[in-house]
Each structure stands twice: as C-alpha cells, then as structure tokens.
C-alpha cells in the first residue's frame, strides 16, 4: 500500500543516514538527510517545516478581513448616519453634551466625512448626543439662522447645558472632531479645537431643483 511503500523508504532513509560518522557535522548531515527523504516520501507537516500553504491561507485571510473593514467603513453614508442620530428633541432635555452637524444631502464634504463621524460616534455615542439637521428642511431655519451656518458640514458642540462651547466647519481631521468630542464626554470647559474651518460645500453651490419636493426630515 501507499503507507507502507512511505514508511520502506524512510526505514532506508534511515538505515542510509545511520553509516554516516558519528559527531557533530555529520549529525546535523543525517537530519537533513532524514528530512529530505521523508518529505519525498509524504512525511507529516511537522517534518516537513513551516507550511507554505497555511502561511499563503493565512495572508489571504487578513487581506480578506481588511478588504471587509474597510469596505464597511467606506459603506456608511448620511442616511447611516441620519438613522442612528439622536432627534435634537431628546438632545436638548437628555442632559448629555451634543455634536450637533448641519449638512445636505448634496453636501460632497459631508459624504467624505461620513465614516469618519460615524467611528466617533460609535465611540462615544453613550456619553455625547450626535445629532443631524438637514439644511434643506424649513423645520431647521432657525437653528440655520442661530448658527449662521452658510456651509456645509457645520458641527457645533453644546455642553449638557446647551451651551454651544465652539465650532466647526468643513473637512476637520479625524483628530480634531475626535479632540473636541472627547472634551465634550469629560466635560471640559474649554475644547481643544474651535474656530477650525476647512473644506465646504457652499449653500450656493446647492442644486436647483424645478420641483419642490418636501426635504426629508433625518432628525
């Protein structure tokens, strides 16, 4: 049989390695010897050394799981973001401090930004209120108004008071939205990062619309 024709040829293996001269050099000579002979003759994987097909089947497998995570990430857009917002109603009698974002759904900034807010907020959304308000729905023209937002995205952050202690605007990075929500989960007075303005989508640069369809209502 298969096995027996295995275990003749690494019993002559054996038998060839043992005439060798004893000592040091010659010892390690008979363990590649061995090894070589029982790897032909379908030795087990231990012998053989590090498997290369477990090693490829391992790099595919993290290149897999990275493919995943950052197809997810990529993944999330406003409507994500709109879904797991809290209503400004709740935010302002909750207690907690609030990242309040003004955006639109034609907002370019805002779709780009969007995974990035989305991890924050999974970070931190049991101790800060992450809340969306829709620029294109009247119902929000005086938050609007209050804020003097002429850009989108436009976040303020409001302590649990309601107080707003800064401001954002455009394409912030990861770290000073993270920065300032932080402050805001610790209650800092003082946030590391106001004032800080970066890329936006104008409200002039909204698109005109013929109809006039009803804005939809994210918060």
């Not at 690494?10 to 790897?39: E, H, I, N, Q």
């Not at 290149?63 to 999330?76: C, F, I, S």
């Not at 119902?139 to 976040?155: L, N």
């Not at 107080?163 to 300032?180: M, Q």
Request: glycine share 8%; net charge neutral.
């Amino acid at each position: 049989s298969l096995s027996s024709s295995r275990r003749s040829r690494c019993d002559m293996a054996m038998r060839a390695t043992s005439a060798l001269p004893r000592g040091p050099a010659s010892a390690k000579t008979r363990s590649r010897r061995c090894r070589k002979v029982t790897c032909a003759a379908g030795g087990s994987e231990e012998t053989r050394g590090p498997p290369g097909g477990a090693l490829a089947a391992g790099a595919v497998a993290v290149g897999a799981t990275l493919y995943v995570v950052t197809k997810l990430g990529n993944g999330v857009d406003l409507d994500t973001l709109a879904s797991t917002s809290t209503p400004l109603e709740v935010a302002s009698t909750n207690g907690k401090p609030s990242v309040v974002e003004f955006y639109a759904d034609w907002c370019e900034v805002c779709k780009e930004l969007a995974p990035q807010v989305y991890e924050v907020e999974q970070e931190y959304g049991d101790r800060v209120n992450f809340v969306l308000l829709n620029i294109e729905n009247n119902k929000w023209a005086p938050e609007v108004s209050a804020f003097r937002v002429d850009g989108v995205p436009h976040f303020v952050f409001l302590d649990g008071e309601g107080t707003d202690r800064g401001e954002a605007i455009g394409k912030l990075p990861r770290n000073v939205l993270e920065g300032n929500v932080q402050a805001l989960a610790e209650n800092q007075k003082d946030l590391p990062f106001t004032k800080v303005t970066g890329a936006t989508s104008s409200l002039a640069d909204a698109p005109v619309s013929n109809s006039n369809p009803s804005p939809r209502d994210h918060s």
